[in-house]
């Protein structure tokens, strides 16, 4: 039997499990891979009346005035800085606080803390920034507290050197719990025995900690951590534009930033934001290149064989 014959007979013997795949498969085909032939605007100069395909091309044109413009150099800048930042700031809390979920004795308690923890994260960034805006205001709480005591109000949503530190804060408090709980699955998934063992060897809980339970979720760490790095060029558009205002706007143009102001708060030139667009998923796709073979070079797991 040909390898070709054997292939067919074999998804035919599956054909319950792949026609599970099949909505999924579809969908990918049809709004990941299918909208990738409109990439090739961003080597054409865009006419309306044409369209995408009978536009003209253009070569790397516009990459020439990409890289021109200072607020795009700029922009690349902030985005690096503004989500290495949240890296540093963030990525380990998920680790931490599934660990301390995971030490709660009591089991209703635990869902209880579990389920707190995960709330914020189906509030949208639209209702975050309302409750933001609402408190740390001229007229919000916490300004008239300060007032109460000082006779001064302090300036949260305007200030510079505020508003990065908050976007921190704010992406923690939103997202920590809904990543512990891959965290949380992981941990499930660690046998017994080696707690039984340590156990038996005299380990106390924090021992247990460092020597049984992160050695066994160091493979998903690893995993989160390059599928984050691979995301650090496009994380934080919805964040940013919510919070984000005229006064802190010297800091807070990240590259998704400038690529909506160029298209929708300016004459309009597709071909100019589809090229911004495409060097952005070129830098993530380096990054997340780079992040697997440091995993991999570090005795990690890798997601690329």
């Known amino acids: 039997m040909s390898v070709k014959q054997n292939f067919i007979k074999n998804i035919w013997k599956n054909r319950m499990i792949y026609s599970l795949l099949l909505p999924g498969l579809i969908w990918y085909i049809i709004f990941a891979y299918g909208p990738m032939g409109g990439l090739t605007l961003a080597f054409k100069t865009y006419k309306a009346s044409k369209g995408i395909w009978g536009s003209p091309w253009c070569g790397f044109e516009n990459y020439v005035y990409v890289f021109r413009d200072p607020a795009f150099l700029s922009s690349v800048w902030k985005t690096l800085y503004i989500n290495i930042g949240r890296v540093l700031a963030g990525f380990c809390a998920p680790i931490i606080l599934a660990l301390m979920i995971n030490e709660i004795p009591f089991t209703r308690y635990k869902k209880i803390v579990q389920t707190v923890a995960t709330f914020p994260q189906f509030l949208s960034w639209v209702v975050v920034s309302s409750i933001m805006i609402n408190f740390f205001g001229y007229n919000g709480p916490v300004n008239n507290i300060i007032s109460l005591f000082s006779g001064s109000t302090i300036n949260f949503l305007g200030n510079e050197k505020i508003f990065i530190p908050m976007?921190?804060?704010?992406?923690?408090?939103?997202?920590?719990?809904?990543?512990?709980?891959?965290y949380l699955a992981a941990i499930a998934g660690i046998s017994p025995e080696?707690?039984?063992?340590?156990?038996?060897?005299?380990?106390?809980r924090i021992q247990n900690i460092f020597y049984v339970t992160l050695p066994n979720i160091m493979p998903t760490i690893s995993i989160m951590l390059i599928l984050t790095i691979g995301n650090l060029m496009s994380a934080g558009f919805d964040q940013v534009f919510n919070l984000s205002n005229a006064a802190v706007r010297d800091v807070s143009?990240?590259?998704?930033?400038?690529?909506?102001?160029?298209?929708?708060?300016?004459?309009?030139d597709f071909s100019?934001?589809?090229?911004?667009?495409?060097?952005?998923?070129a830098i993530n796709m380096i990054l997340l290149l780079m992040a697997d073979r440091i995993a991999k070079f570090m005795g990690g797991e890798g997601l690329i064989g």
Do not use: H, N
Not at 167 to 182: C, H, P
């Open 253 to 268: 143009e990240i590259l998704d930033m400038y690529i909506y102001r160029i298209t929708f708060q300016s004459a309009p």
């Open 272 to 281: 100019f934001s589809t090229a911004v667009s495409l060097f952005r998923a």
């Open 167 to 182: 976007l921190y804060v704010t992406e923690i408090w939103k997202t920590t719990g809904w990543y512990a709980i891959i």
């Open 194 to 204: 080696q707690y039984e063992a340590s156990k038996i060897d005299g380990a106390t």
